[in-house]
């Protein structure tokens, strides 16, 4: 099969695991659907959740540049991915911590450490992998 199909499927599997993920989270911590958009718990927690994403994005950007200032060769697109594990791993912690400290249901924490943990987990078997053998 090409390429892109095996690309697909890796990544459908992927978000299979997530919802599947989310779900069993949600049930088995009593917790209700978790909401695809931000919700601010109150004004402190809305301005740290925009300098969070944007540290977040300044430091993808920053990482973005430093990379392609070296030159675009093999190692540019795994620095691309570690400033993609900074940033995901930043944005999701500082999300938990919101959560656990301003949230009516407490232990929704829980659930945002998971999908942070199985997002990693996906990056870094993606880099430990070689892409799948893709690249």
Do not use: P
Request: glycine share 6%.
């Amino acid at each position: 099969m090409a390429t892109w199909i095996w690309l697909i499927v890796i990544l459908g599997v992927f978000l299979g695991v997530y919802y599947l993920l989310q779900w069993a989270l949600g049930k088995w911590l009593h917790l209700g659907k978790r909401r695809h958009y931000r919700t601010f718990h109150n004004e402190t927690h809305k301005k740290w959740d925009f300098r969070v994403r944007l540290v977040s994005a300044l430091i993808i950007a920053v990482v973005c540049m430093w990379g392609i200032s070296r030159g675009v060769d093999e190692s540019f697109w795994k620095v691309i991915l570690v400033s993609n594990f900074a940033g995901v791993f930043f944005q999701e912690l500082c999300t938990a911590y919101m959560e656990w400290k301003y949230s009516e249901q407490r232990r929704e924490y829980i659930r945002v450490l998971a999908s942070a943990g199985c997002i990693l987990t996906f990056l870094f078997t993606f880099y430990v992998t070689n892409f799948f053998g893709l690249a």
